[in-house]
């Protein structure tokens, strides 16, 4: 998973901690590169907790926990109704193509 600021590979994976972050971005999991940590304040881009107010966030499984309350927030997102119009716009096409065929 690239940098979300600038796009930047994580590299090195090497020994000991990584220099990258983590957090949760408009409830997207996503990394944050050593330089960006430094140039920009992220932090304030991060989702918080609607509990809390922590910015120590995990996306997993379409919902977005509290790593400090487990709060946990279910998200509806428009992207994911559009997902699903794209399905069944998938499954109409495979009837038509079956009657048709
Ligand atoms: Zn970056
Ligand atoms: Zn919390």
Not at 37 to 53: K, N, P, Y
Request: charged share 30%.
């Amino acid at each position: 998973m690239p940098c979300y600021r600038c796009g930047a590979r994580q590299t090195d994976p090497g020994k000991g901690p990584s220099p990258w972050k983590r957090g949760v971005v408009a409830d997207e999991q996503v990394l944050i590169c050593p330089d960006c940590q430094s140039t920009h304040d992220w932090v304030a881009d991060l989702d918080r907790c609607e509990s809390c107010g922590s910015t120590m966030l995990l996306r997993a499984l379409g919902e977005t926990r509290c790593r400090e309350c487990s709060f946990t927030k279910q998200t509806l997102r428009a992207s994911g109704e559009h997902a699903d119009a794209g399905l069944a716009d998938d499954v109409a096409a495979a009837l038509r193509r079956r009657f048709d065929g």
